[in-house]
């Protein structure tokens, strides 16, 4: 992967994730997802799935989050997603933080973005922890 060469250090990010809504670059599947988090009570946050307008698929996907972090077990295998992992995944939210070259310097700003990265805590596609796939925020 390219993030490999770029200047980025992840950083978990707190609890709340809603910085995380957006339209996505699926790197495995070559297309665009949509990703909404929101809270539906308090301290109960919600992950929905779907793929972006224009790819004539129809499916949703909803996940609740794991343990108070940004993670969520998401389970691809709904009516319409056509060739879903067999099992369900972990993905969790990063936030990409690319540091000015000079901090010090009075206009320089840290840019961020985030990122959705798929492990299988099965085991069955990878070692547990094992990237399997990366989604880049790019809306």
């Known amino acids: 992967m390219m993030l490999a060469a770029a ?3 992840l950083l978990a990010y707190p609890p709340h994730c809603f910085h995380a809504s957006g339209r996505y670059q699926d790197q495995h599947d070559g297309d665009m997802k949509d990703v909404l988090v929101t809270e539906s009570h308090p301290g109960s946050t ?11 698929q129809t499916w ?6 794991d343990n108070g972090n940004c993670s969520f077990s998401v389970d691809f295998d709904v009516p319409g997603k056509p060739n879903p992992p067999p099992v369900s995944l972990r ?8 540091p000015p070259p000079l901090a010090r310097e009075a206009k320089a700003t840290t840019t961020t973005n985030s990122a959705i ?10 070692k547990p922890g094992f990237p399997l796939n990366t989604w880049i925020k790019i809306a």
């Open 60 to 65: 949703t996907i909803m996940s609740g989050q």
């Open 91 to 98: 993905a969790t939210v990063w936030t990409l933080s690319n």
């Open 117 to 126: 990265i798929f492990t299988d805590p099965s085991g069955t596609l990878a």
């Open 46 to 56: 919600i992950l929905s799935i779907t793929p972006a307008p224009g790819q004539n």
């Open 7 to 9: 200047v980025l250090s």
